[in-house]
């Protein structure tokens, strides 16, 4: 059973560096296929594709961040990480983690953690 | 960009009647190499992340129960609940995985009238 953790900071000020981690078990974030993503929700309304990184190191932004975030990954732990920068009250919100086994076609979210509430203020 | 739009926002619907929850896209999301739709479904219960329900439009991840099922193509897809039991109340999201950026609807609150 594929599992994810994730961990950070609860509260971040404005105009500072988001740095979240998520930790997965039951797979290995270099297994072939996978592709690992990180989402958000702010609070009490939809979901946002934010990017992932895949097995190889691969990575995908979504274009609305611009050049504000980075997904890295390390393998020996068996994690991936999100930085975002420049942050804004408007990037509060729950940030999950997910993992697409491509089983189902690349863009599947098969795995969810159960998400972590980041609140950017003073 | 793919915009996807649900209707209604919100729908209540009485213990073992059917609920019919809409989705569209601003673009297709069928790939003609495999004639698949790239659409997916999730069920979102408070304080919980969402769970898939549903992938290629129509295919019921393993364990969802078969009172679940989707159906559409191209732009314009449904997703469906036979007989609304008290546990299905929920947030359900479609969301396409054609192209990135992968792009959810807004959500459809479902509760029991």
């Known amino acids: 059973q594929v599992q994810l953790q994730e961990s950070g900071p609860g509260l971040v000020q404005p105009s500072q560096t988001l740095s979240l981690t998520c930790t997965v078990s039951?797979?290995?974030?270099?297994?072939?296929?996978?592709?690992w993503s990180w989402i958000r929700q702010h609070p009490g309304k939809g979901l946002e594709w934010i990017g992932y990184?895949?097995?190889?190191?691969?990575?995908n932004y979504n274009p609305s961040f611009k050049s504000r975030i980075s997904i890295s990954g390390d393998t020996s732990k068996n994690r991936f990480s999100l930085r975002l920068n420049s942050l804004t009250a408007a990037d509060t919100a729950v940030y999950y983690c997910?993992?697409?086994?491509?089983?189902?076609?690349?863009?599947?979210?098969?795995?969810w953690g159960q998400g972590i509430l980041v609140t950017v203020s003073s | 960009d793919i915009v996807m739009t649900q209707s209604p926002d919100s729908l209540a619907v009485s213990l073992g009647e059917r609920a019919t929850i809409n989705c569209k896209s601003s673009?297709?999301?069928?790939?003609?190499?495999?004639?698949?739709?790239?659409l997916t479904w999730y069920q979102q219960k408070p304080g919980q992340p969402p769970k898939l329900l549903i992938y290629?439009?129509?295919t019921r991840e393993s364990g969802v129960p078969d009172r679940f099922s989707g159906s559409g193509s191209g732009t314009d897809f449904t997703l469906t609940i036979s007989s609304l039991q008290a546990e299905d109340v929920a947030v359900y999201y479609c969301?396409?995985?054609?192209?990135?950026?992968?792009?959810f609807g807004q959500g459809t609150k479902l509760e029991i009238k």
């Open positions: 290629w439009a129509s």
């Open positions: 997910a993992g697409d086994p491509d089983t189902s076609g690349i863009g599947t979210f098969d795995y």
């Open positions: 039951g797979a290995s974030i270099s297994s072939g296929g996978y592709h």
């Open positions: 990184i895949d097995y190889s190191g691969a990575t």
């Open positions: 969301q396409q995985y054609y192209s990135t950026p992968y792009a």
């Open positions: 673009h297709s999301v069928l790939f003609s190499s495999n004639n698949k739709n790239y």
